[in-house]
Nanobody, 117 residues
Framework: QVQLVESGGGLVQAGGSLRLSCAAS????????VGWFRQAPGKEREFVAS????????NYADSVKGRFTISRDNAKNSVYLQMNSLKAEDTAVYYC??????????WGQGTQVTVSS
């Protein structure tokens, strides 16, 4: 079983930066696609970014392109989300998830990101 733990969230002013971490155990991030998702109060969960396991190709939601960067460190079995130029609308609980080739089937507990304006 894969277990994921997110960290790095917190309170930041608009225009600031945060770096989220997703630490994996029971598996290796290099073997699977890993994604970041977020959910704001009263809204549905939405896709933020992902990185593939084989080639490390990345995908981003249009709302974060040019501001967020997803990366991995296989030696640390971790995936990161560098968040720059944060906006109030980025406020949400951020989750990392591992894809099994069919769906994202393993999810972390989430970390809160709050951006004040």
């Amino acid at each position: 079983q894969v277990q994921l733990v997110e960290s790095g969230g917190g309170l930041v002013q608009a225009g600031g930066s945060l770096r989220l971490s997703c630490a994996a155990s029971g598996g290796t991030v290099s073997r699977n696609r890993v994604g970041w998702f977020r959910q704001a109060p009263g809204k549905e969960r939405e896709f933020v970014a992902s990185i593939s396991g084989r080639t490390s190709n990345t995908n981003y939601a249009d709302s974060v392109k040019g501001r967020f960067t997803i990366s991995r460190d296989n030696a640390k079995n971790s995936v990161y989300l560098q968040m720059n130029s944060l906006k109030a609308e980025d406020t949400a609980v951020y989750y990392c998830a591992v894809h099994n080739g069919v769906e994202y089937n393993y999810w972390g507990q989430g970390t809160q990101v709050t951006v004040s304006s």
